[in-house]
């Protein structure tokens, strides 16, 4: 079946530690997108990648980096460098381009900083 | 950036009773689309339901409806029928056609269903 696979589920990270959360799809979508979900705050965009190998900063970009070397996987790294981490992350995918074209959505991964 | 606000926090509703959920949003441009999302207690979203915003007629999948006012800038979403299935969180998201490159999404409103 096709859709969005990311894992960890739950993370748990030191401070002043990098994880990187993965993000793969199989649905042939070009472009994917990492949102954080805090409570009250509805979504917001970290990242997105409409194609391979160029990805723009979302509304807060600060403290995370991507990469896009395939269509098929779009990883999150949050460094050491983003002060407050602990949060519930969601990676989509969907068709490029304009057009009432929808979100597909990962599981999520829940990240707590200890 | 385009705004979406969902100015209820929280509703409820009596099971097999209708409630409705509200959005509006802020935006220039003539052009775009609009959905609903759920997210139930697993977290995992999933969409409700879209409207073209050059569509006049009201978008509808089964208990779900929309009330599209595309000059008030608002887009309320309607359950018939909720059911105990229906609690969740409900996200209002905006997608221009002009860029189409970005969601924007509202804070969302928590739904309870009474049974």
């Known amino acids: 079946d096709g859709g969005i696979t990311q894992s960890p589920k739950y993370l748990f990270r030191k401070e002043g530690q990098n994880v990187t959360l993965s993000c793969e799809q199989n649905l042939n979508h070009d472009a994917m997108y990492w949102y954080r979900q805090d409570p009250g705050q509805g979504l917001r965009l970290i990242y997105y990648?409409?194609?391979?190998?160029?990805?723009q900063k979302g509304d807060i970009a600060e403290g995370y980096s991507v990469s896009r070397e395939k269509k098929e996987s779009f990883p999150l790294t949050v460094t050491s460098a983003q002060k407050n981490p602990t949060a519930f992350y969601l990676c989509?995918?969907?068709?490029?381009?304009?057009?009432?074209?929808?979100?597909?959505f990962g599981a999520g991964s829940r990240l707590t900083v200890l | 950036a385009q705004t979406v606000t969902q100015s209820q926090p929280e509703m409820s509703v009596q099971e097999a009773e209708t409630v409705t959920l509200s959005c509006t949003y802020d935006?220039?441009?003539?052009?775009?689309?609009l959905f609903w999302y759920k997210q139930p207690p697993s977290r995992q979203m999933i969409l409700v339901i879209r409207?073209?915003?050059?569509?006049?007629q009201n978008a509808t999948e089964n208990r779900f409806s929309v009330n599209f006012q595309k000059a008030a800038k608002s887009f309320s979403l309607k359950i018939s029928d909720s059911q105990l299935g229906d609690a969740a969180m409900y996200f209002c998201?905006?997608?221009?056609?002009?860029?189409?490159?970005?969601?924007?999404f509202g804070t969302g409103t928590s739904l309870t269903v009474i049974p």
């Open positions: 990648s409409q194609i391979v190998n160029d990805f």
């Open positions: 989509a995918s969907g068709t490029r381009g304009k057009g009432a074209n929808v979100l597909t």
């Open positions: 935006t220039s441009e003539s052009d775009y689309y």
């Open positions: 998201a905006y997608r221009s056609a002009v860029t189409g490159n970005q969601f924007y």
């Open positions: 409207q073209e915003a050059y569509k006049q």
